[in-house]
Structure formats: structure tokens, C-alpha cells
């Protein structure tokens, strides 16, 4: 069939947009039609060469939509059907499965680095009859996919499809940090650099636990009222003001002689944005036992410079986190449910909706820092 889709060709260049072939879906395969497709910030590390992928690919990792047909053997959904879908396809049977790992597998690693389906093959052709990689298992850049059954995961009809969006990837990862990683008990305190997709649902997570104080520390001066409505007790603009001191100094530090502050600061610092500068702010300003944990991705040519002198002194630790180590299909249902319920604040995360033909200016503003919460693509 013919789709339509905006195919990343080279790195840091625009986003083609294309008329495609699509195969049919083949045995434990799913065809979706999309309506909502998020752009995350891991989308532009991609578009910007910054996270190494195999190329022509139709990218995009975070979309909802309604199953339109599906392939022998598939039994989880039939047409119709409102779905999400995830990236993180565990296979269960490599060593991080079986020890319950599966936001980590290796398992399925090759074909996923490589734009495959479960087969190792593709279903998407361009105009010249070229192979086109999926994105991630997923590919929402385009309006309709193909994606394995394992990766598709059953959505409510009453729960709106732009919030389903969402829930492949920035509400789980930022949910999934707190509550399965951190373990955030109330009365903690936390920090939180970067209020992206994945850093509000961090802090949103936060404050849901009862931790206070939270502070929340971006570039942007124009995140604080967003800062604020998710619940954060301190705001803190990180391009005017170092946030290890205010930090240090509200949570019950001592100023030194040289004016330094030490003792003091949060239990878990969340850095939620990839940014090596950040993680050392972040290390600073956790307690004693503290714990950094990095969420975000940082592109795979940046290091960072760790003062370790406080390792073993207050036994520090950090912490790398993919997918909120969430159970996909355990899980992702569980945040549906409590979205249904309580209020995560996904009418207020969904700041913009636009069309594939602006997704270049969509990246750009990204790029720049431009934009507010989830921007999802919307496919009517
Ligand atoms: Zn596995
Ligand atoms: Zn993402």
C-alpha cells in the first residue's frame, strides 16, 4: 500500500517527505494506521548524527493509533483496536530477560540498531523500490506502519489517542525512573535537570510520590510556569543562576570559609536532558547517599568530568536508566490506567500539534530550545 513519511536519508540534513511502499504485515505482524505521533528528543540525536542508526530510515518511536489489519497469528489485537506500540521489544530468552530485565534486552539489539522487524527484514520501499529501515520497531513518521504484535500495546477506546502517543515513550521513561529506579518515598528530596517530555513526567512522577522539595532546573526561563503547574516547589533557570548552591543551601548545607557549600542536597538528582555539564551540577547537589540518576542521552561523543573525591565520602552513586527500566506490557498499562484516574497532567504536556510537512521546523525549534512539553504530530 502507499504511505506517506518523513524518511531521515543523511544526518544532519532535513527529513524527506516521501510517498513509500508498505508491505502487508506478515505472521505475528501488526498494521497501524496512526493518529499521533510524538517528536522526542531522541528523534533529533538521531536527525543530528548524535546516536549512531542504520540509514534511510523512517524514524519516530512514540505513537497511538488503530489497528487496520494484521498478519497470520496474531491474536493480542484484531482491526480496529486503539493501540499504542513500544521500542523495547524484550525477547525473553538473552541473560537481561531472564533476569527481568527486559527494558534492557539484547536480544532483539541487532535488528533494532538496524531498522529491522523481528525478521530482519523490511516492509517499507521507496519510490525506486530502495529498502527503507522501520524506526525503532515503530516508525510513526509515517501514517501508516507495520510493527511487530509483540511491540503493540491495547489502549483503551476512552483514552485519547495523543496521550496513548505518549505513553511508548516519555511517560514511562520519566514514570518508570522514579518509581521503579529511585523508588522515590515521600518527603525525599529531588532535582530534576531538563523539562523535555521525559523530565516533566519525571517531576509529574515526583510530586504524585509526595517528594518535597522538588526542584526542577532548566535553561529556559519561559519552563517555570510549566515547572510549577507539574508540581515542582523550587524553579531554577540554569542559564542565570548555578543550581548546586541554591540547591545545597535550601536543603540544610553549610557555607565554607571559601564560600562553597557543603552537606545539605537532594536524594536523587534526575538528569533528564544528556547533558555532561548537568550531570556534574547534578552530582553536587545530592546528599549523602545520594543517587544521580541519567535518564537522559547524552551524544556518544561527550564525557564528563566527575569530582570523585565524594564517591566514597558520601557514597555517591550514579546511575544510568533506560525506559524507566520499566515490563513494557506490565507497566505501560499500569500508566494508562493511572492517567485514566489521576491527573498526570497530559492535557497540559501536549503543548502543540502539527503536521508531518513541519516536522524540519519542528526539529529546529527543538534544536533551539523552542519548544514547551510533547509536541505530537497529528496524522488527520
Ligand atoms: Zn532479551
Ligand atoms: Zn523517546
Redesign the pocket.
Known amino acids: 500500500m502507499k504511505i506517506k513519511g518523513a524518511v531521515l536519508r543523511e544526518v544532519n540534513k532535513p527529513y524527506t517527505i516521501e510517498e513509500l511502499e508498505l508491505d502487508a504485515p506478515k505472521a505475528g505482524e501488526v498494521l497501524i494506521k496512526y493518529a499521533y505521533s510524538g517528536y522526542c528528543h531522541s528523534d533529533l540525536h538521531l536527525m543530528l548524527g548524535e546516536i549512531p542508526i542504520a540509514l534511510p530510515l523512517v524514524a519516530g518511536h512514540e505513537g497511538a493509533g488503530i489497528v487496520e489489519d494484521v498478519g497470520p497469528g496474531v491474536t493480542s489485537v484484531k482491526k480496529g483496536d486503539h493501540v499504542g506500540v513500544t521500542w523495547m521489544i ?5 541473560p ?2 531472564r533476569k527481568g530485565l ?1 527494558n534492557v ?4 539489539f541487532g535488528n533494532f540498531l538496524q531498522g529491522m522487524l523481528l525478521d530482519g527484514t523490511s516492509r517499507i520501499r521507496d519510490k525506486n523500490g530502495e529498502m527503507v529501515r522501520h524506526g525503532n520497531f515503530v516508525s510513526c513518521f509515517s501514517n501508516y506502519s507495520v510493527v511487530p504484535e509483540l511491540g503493540v500495546i491495547p489502549m483503551p477506546k476512552e483514552f485519547p489517542l495523543e496521550y496513548a502517543a505518549l505513553m511508548g515513550c516519555c511517560v514511562p521513561t520519566g514514570w518508570g525512573t522514579v518509581v521503579n529506579t529511585a523508588k522515590v518515598q515521600p518527603g525525599e528530596g529531588v532535582a530534576i535537570w531538563g523539562l523535555g517530555g521525559v523530565g516533566l513526567n519525571v517531576l509529574r512522577a515526583c510530586a504524585m510520590q509526595h517528594a518535597n522539595p522538588i526542584f526542577a532546573i532548566d535553561l529556559e526561563e519561559s519552563k517555570e510556569g510549566l515547572a510549577k503547574e507539574f508540581g515542582a516547589t523550587h524553579f531554577i533557570c540554569n542559564s542565570k543562576d548555578d543550581p548546586v548552591p541554591i540547591i545545597l543551601k535550601e536543603t540544610g548545607g553549610v557555607q565554607m570559609p571559601d564560600g562553597n557549600w557543603m552537606g545539605g542536597g537532594v536524594q536523587y538528582a534526575f538528569e533528564a536532558i544528556g547533558d555532561p555539564g548537568a550531570i556534574v551540577q547534578a552530582w553536587w547537589s545530592t546528599c549523602i547517599a545520594g543517587k544521580v540518576i541519567v535518564p537522559g542521552i547524552t551524544p556518544y561523543d561527550q564525557t564528563t568530568n566527575l569530582p570523585l573525591m565524594l564517591l566514597p565520602l558520601h557514597q555517591k552513586s550514579i546511575l544510568g536508566n533506560l525506559y524507566g527500566g520499566i515490563s513494557t506490557h506490565v507497566d505501560i498499562p499500569k500508566f494508562v490506567n493511572m492517567a485514566m484516574k489521576e491527573d498526570l497532567k497530559l492535557d497540559k504536556l501536549v503543548t502543540n500539534k502539527f503536521k508531518l510537512e513541519q516536522i524540519n521546523d519542528v526539529a529546529d525549534k527543538m534544536n533551539k530550545r523552542q519548544i514547551q512539553g510533547r509536541w505530537v504530530m497529528a496524522w488527520d
Open positions: 524484550p525477547c525473553g530468552v538473552c537481561q530477560c527486559g534486552c539484547s536480544g532483539n
